[in-house]
Each structure stands twice: as C-alpha cells, then as structure tokens.
Nanobody, 116 residues
Framework: QVQLVESGGGLVQPGGSLRLSCAAS????????MSWYRQAPGKERELVAT????????NYADSVKGRFTISRDNAKNTVYLQMNSLKPEDTAVYYC?????????WGQGTQVTVSS
C-alpha cells in the first residue's frame, strides 16, 4: 500500500531554516509527481510546492517563492522541502502528497512552528 512518512519538522525562530523529508513506499516513486501541502489551524489545506517526475519542473505558492525549494531523490524514494527565511505565517502541519490513478495519498504530517 502507498505510504508517505514526513519528518524534519520542529520549532524554529523567524529567519531560520528547516528541511522536511517525505519517505515514500508502495508505488514506483520515480514515475509520479510529488507535492507538499500545509494546513494551519482554522485554515484549508493549501498547496505549497510540486515537483514533476519527468522534467523535474517545480511550482510554488506565491507565499513561499524564493524561500522554499522542493527536490527529490529517486534512488531514496524521498522528496524534500528546504525551507529558508521562515516566517511565523509558515507555521502549519506540512504534508506530502501523491496522486495515483485519480486518488490522493497523504502522510501523517509534520508540525512546523516558527516563533521567537
């Protein structure tokens, strides 16, 4: 079965950095685009970044452009989200996601808290 396990979240001061990881299993990782979403308390889950399988093209939400970088290591079946210049408004639970045959699959999420 498809499994996505996020890690790397934690408490960081404004301006700091974190790198999130998502370990994937149960599907042919290299054949699928991968995404990161986040959900803050009381808000809808929003798309943060996507990386394609073939071209490696990336797309980012306007709120994180220039600060976040999504990448993948197909040999390790892992997708990463490097987060720099973190702001308090980045505080959320971050989820990795894959769409397979019309279905959406999610990890359990990892908490990122940006606060002084």
């Amino acid at each position: 079965q498809v499994q996505l396990v996020e890690s790397g979240g934690g408490l960081v001061q404004p301006g700091g950095s974190l790198r999130l990881s998502c370990a994937a299993s149960g599907f042919t990782f290299r054949r699928y685009a991968m995404s990161w979403y986040r959900q803050a308390p009381g808000k809808e889950r929003e798309l943060v970044a996507t990386i394609t399988n073939i071209s490696g093209n990336t797309n980012y939400a306007d709120s994180v452009k220039g600060r976040f970088t999504i990448s993948r290591d197909n040999a390790k079946n892992t997708v990463y989200l490097q987060m720099n210049s973190l702001k308090p408004e980045d505080t959320a639970v971050y989820y990795c996601n894959v769409q397979i045959r019309g279905g959406l699959y999610w990890g359990q999420g990892t908490q990122v808290t940006v606060s002084s």
